[in-house]
């Protein structure tokens, strides 16, 4: 998967996951590669882009045609249950930001978003 | 400054800011770090997060109170310097998005955002 999500024009909407890991992974590694999969396959998803430093605090967007869209991958069990072991066991603190984009502009989607500054 | 901005309740606004990393230095590390000092001195300042992993791939989110905050960041003198730097030198890619934050929750600024999922 391409490092940056390749959007279409605004609007849209997005997740933002700002973390900060606990120490070790316990599972966490596996689990991130599925719940990008899972995501994936939503009615919706867009793309996704993630980054974590080695001091283990991570973003993950993930971008969404609707907040609809974002309300049905936010029920899905096999999420929730990887929620439950995030507030638990992976992450010490976190915050989940969501929001509708509105402009997007860049050097790397030009062709698909159109959008200018 | 801790890694986790502490936000105020919804709605505010944000900036994400996702890039690839050219190799080498270049005067980068100076530059992000007086980027983030400069806008917090800006009007309508709330807070930043970044996180940059080992492949060069990072996502800085910034937020702000309104548009016209964003608008004044943007016209920023230093702020279009480092910018015509970015696009030359320092980014391969990059995609910026300005989107409206309308829910927030987490576990790291429950007393400040209030919000619920």
Redesign the interface.
Known sequence: MP???A?PC?PYY?V?F?S?RSEGDAGYGAMADRMVELASQQPGFLGV???????G???T?SYWTS?DAIAQW?ANLEHLAAKDLG?TTW?T?????????????????TTENGAT?
Chains 1, 2 share one sequence.
């Open positions: 490092k940056l999500a959007t605004p997005t933002i700002s900060q882009e993630s980054a974590r430093g080695s001091d605090f991570g973003i967007v907040t936010k507030r992450y603190h976190y915050e989940l930001r969501v929001a509708k984009v509105e402009r997007a502009y860049g050097n790397a989607n500054p």
